[in-house]
């Protein structure tokens, strides 16, 4: 028989203009992808940050690549250090630069070049509430985002936190990929539910890659 839809390929979903997800587009490379999070984060530990407002972030963080984000009491900031243990990020591992070029050419976007990685970590009850990501300097780049072990709930809304917001499953393997007119759409993640992926165990983690300089 024909075989019309196979599970076994990526597959493209428009989100918006300028922005579209590739559905397991990063499966392939899980096992790598999760063994090099893991190095990073031997090196510089995922961290729960304190806001400009005072709280405590349920997803931890940390980052590899030129530049990394946090943010402490003073505000948001990209830096080339951990202020945590004053060391450099981590490079950014090839596998992690060709995945993202590679994605953000078949949406579209053949020139990026990152020079940023943030690494969130989730567990159940973790969340990121809508925000825009406006820190970057060079906002004609667009951001690819890799998704990792337990599913969660992406809302993508419009260019006011109060616009309504489409729910959207993100599952292990799945790339995001906006730029373009959707680049400073609000956008989030719901908490997490409890379980236990095969590979990844009791955490989602997600990759975005930006251009930040
Ligand atoms: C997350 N992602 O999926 C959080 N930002 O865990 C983001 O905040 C994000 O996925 C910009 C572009 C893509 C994203
Ligand atoms: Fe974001």
Redo the contacts with the bound molecule.
């Keep these: 028989m024909l075989d019309l839809f196979s599970e076994d390929e990526p597959w493209q979903e428009p989100l918006a203009e300028g922005a579209v997800i590739l559905r397991r587009r990063a499966r392939d490379n899980a096992d790598a992808l999760y063994q090099h999070i893991l190095s990073i984060s031997a090196q510089n530990p995922f961290a729960y940050r304190i806001t400009p407002g005072g709280h405590r972030m349920s997803v931890a963080m940390t980052n590899c690549g030129d530049f990394g984000w946090s943010t402490d009491s003073r505000g948001y900031k990209y830096s080339e250090q951990d202020d945590q243990n004053n060391r450099k990020w981590p490079p950014m591992p090839h596998l992690f630069r060709s995945l993202a070029q590679e994605a953000a050419r078949e949406a579209g976007f053949p020139l990026f070049n990152p020079d940023a990685c943030l690494l ?1 970590r ?1 567990e159940p009850g973790a969340k ?1 509430t809508l ?1 825009q ?1 406006k820190d970057e300097k060079d906002l004609r780049q667009p ?1 690819v ?1 890799v ?1 990792l072990g337990l599913p969660a709930v ?1 809302q993508f809304g419009g260019f006011e936190r109060g616009d309504s917001a489409q729910r959207i499953l ?1 599952e292990h393997g799945d790339v ?1 990929v ?1 730029g373009g007119p959707s680049r400073l759409r609000y ?1 989030g ?1 719901l908490p997490l539910k409890p379980g236990v992926h095969p590979l990844i165990g009791a955490f989602r983690y ?1 990759l ?1 890659f930006r251009r930040v300089h």
């Design positions: 969130n989730y990121l925000h990501d951001i985002s998704s992406f993100l995001v906006w956008h993640i997600n975005t």
